[in-house]
């Protein structure tokens, strides 16, 4: 939607980064966005609601009493005045304009900060504002969207303006609880109370280009510390690099990925395929003596389809979603929302990055980080919060070994996501699509099912570490592949995978499209068979999964049983040794 509002824009306009003059009208055209070098004009409140939410579709939020100049303050002038002077400039009551709305037909609540409000400041008003628009998202059980624009606390109101950080924030835990999606929409500038407060407490953080977000200001910062700031500090493109932001989204794109996030819902019923079909051979196992050093060479091809693969392939309107809200955006671990014929679904996979070597070694060689580990917790905890089934794809050597990733913590990392996973209330599938080396890998196999493409393999060391502890030899890899027993065919046989996904001749990396139409297939059956499950029974038997292993199950003849187990609680069957 243009806003076509001109009654106090100038016939030009100067860019505030080239410099260059733009036509006023042109100017609104492209949404207030230069059209030569995409610097991206401030908006009032009203603009970005005008611009968000569909036509029609704006219902203003009752207003809140909030407390007027609680310390009679005065400074150089009286607060009421400065207060009274924002109103008279502005036309709002406060720096906050709230409304309930649509966006690409999906209902929402917006928060609109407005930054020519003194500021944008955070007082007792706006906090007030805030708290209500969070209380009616829950109310109505409709997503929240704030869109934050703040130089920090409003001064004048002293304390009480520093109490509105924790008010909005318990606001918001609210939702959490209730598993309400709340999205924040960083423009230019957002400091101070506002940002380490509702700014970045929402489940998914986007950023126009060039806005810039933190606690103090780059002016405070070079004053306290004496430091030359570098050039594009505290920026989006900044904040998305340091894992602080998920996305950076151009204003004319805001609209169509809010509606793609805003139309996540908790599914209520399984994919449309879902019984198996011919060829998804989600019981069957790959031949015993299938050579194990093979299936390695195979499941490190360069050539085989990547976690992107298969998500440009399957997902319909995904998003990927980046960081992990502390330090990075780990590239080795990708990850995000989308539709799996239909069906909402979380998706975290590795990523080698494909047949470039330059791509390859960006993307660490699908090692993740600390930070990649952290990433893809996160991304878990909000399908939790949303209710959306979770599905990863694992292809990784192993967890990242450098002397960064264990001064970041690596092994607590990985951990962390062991447990998170095994209590997670919803269906889980995990896939290997390729190579599931050690710690590293299981860190995104906690699962209800877990499977393995007919090339996958899985090992708690690498072939080539085995052979150099123990046979004293890197030359030994084969042997110690075989010995370790790590292909398809044995894993099925361990009870370690449920079924293997079939893959074309001669292997997936022939056939992108087809090996991607087979693990959707399998997806689709698997996910079918979960997703009716309430959450205690799903936790129930991920347990007894996990319990089993290592462990021999008493047959009647009192000694152990071969074959599946039935679990006499559930009903289901779980996969032992064949």
């Known amino acids: 939607m243009v806003d076509t509002d001109d009654r106090t824009d100038p016939e030009w306009v100067r860019c505030g980064r080239c410099a260059g003059l733009i036509y006023g009208r ?121 869109v934050c ?47 380490a407060s509702f700014a970045t407490l929402a489940d998914v953080i986007i950023a126009e280009p060039g806005a810039r977000m933190g606690f103090a200001g780059p002016r405070v910062i070079e004053q306290t510390t004496g430091e030359r700031l570098p050039e594009g500090f505290q920026t989006a493109e900044f904040l998305l690099a340091h894992g602080m932001v998920d996305d950076v989204v151009a204003r004319p794109a805001l609209r169509a990925t809010l509606g793609k996030l805003l139309a996540l819902r908790s599914p209520t019923t399984p994919p449309e395929a879902a019984p198996a079909p011919d060829g998804v051979r989600l019981d069957a196992a790959e031949p015993a003596e299938r050579d194990s050093w093979a299936a390695v060479r ?49 998706l975290i996979g590795h990523h080698k990055g494909g047949p470039d070597l330059a791509e390859r070694r960006r993307r660490r060689f699908g090692m993740p980080s600390p930070a990649g580990y952290r990433k893809a917790a996160r991304l878990m905890r909000m399908a939790a919060k949303l209710g959306l089934p979770l599905v990863t794809l694992i292809d990784t050597p192993g967890a990242n070994p450098g002397p960064d990733a264990e001064r970041g913590g690596q092994a607590v990392a990985i951990a962390e996501n062991l447990r998170l996973m095994s209590r997670l209330p919803v269906p889980i ?93 399998a997806l689709a059956a698997t996910l079918g068979e979960l997703i009716p499950w309430e959450p205690a029974r799903l936790l129930a038997d991920r347990k007894r999964r996990f319990r089993r292993f290592g462990v021999e199950a008493a047959g009647a003849d009192g000694g152990t049983a071969a074959g599946p187990v039935v679990d006499p609680v559930v009903g289901t069957v779980e996969r032992g040794a064949q």
């Open 429 to 521: 599938v995990s896939v290997l699509i390729g190579e599931g080396g050690s710690g590293g890998a299981l860190a995104l196999g906690v699962a209800d099912r877990v499977l393995v493409s007919a090339n996958g393999v899985y090992s708690v060391i690498s072939p080539e570490g085995c052979a150099a502890i123990l046979w004293k030899d890197p030359e030994a890899a084969p042997a110690a592949a075989n010995a370790l027993r790590l292909h398809a065919g044995e894993l099925v046989r361990l009870g370690v995978v449920d079924g293997v996904v079939p893959e074309p001749q001669d292997g997936a990396h022939r056939d992108h499209a087809g090996a991607a139409a087979m693990l959707g297939e």
């Open 26 to 146: 042109r100017f609104r055209r492209a949404l207030r966005v230069c059209p030569d070098c995409g610097w991206h004009g401030r908006l009032t409140a009203q603009q970005r609601l005008d611009q968000l939410l569909d036509p029609g579709s704006a219902e203003p939020l009752r207003q809140v009493r909030a407390v007027h100049d609680p310390l009679r303050f005065v400074d150089s002038r009286p607060y009421h005045e400065r207060l009274a002077d924002a109103r008279a400039d502005t036309g709002l009551d406060e720096a906050v304009l709230c409304a309930s709305g649509r966006i690409e037909g999906q209902p929402v609540v917006v928060a609109a900060m407005d930054f020519r409000f003194l500021g944008g400041s955070l007082g007792c008003g706006v906090g007030a504002l805030v708290t209500e628009a969070a209380e009616t998202s829950l109310r109505l059980r409709t997503p929240l969207l704030l």
């Open 298 to 346: 195979l499941a490190r091809h360069p050539d085989r389809p990547s976690s992107l693969d298969y998500i440009g392939r399957l997902l319909d309107d995904f998003l990927e979603l980046h960081g992990d809200r502390l330090s990075e955006d780990c590239p080795a671990i990708v990850g995000g929302p989308g539709r799996l014929g239909g069906l909402p679904v979380m």
């Open 149 to 195: 624009a703040s130089g920090g606390a409003r001064m004048q109101e002293g304390v009480l303006s520093l109490m509105q950080m924790a008010k909005t924030a318990q606001a918001l835990a609210e939702l959490d609880e209730a598993g309400i999606l709340v999205v924040s929409l960083i423009t230019d500038p957002t400091y101070g109370g506002v940002a």
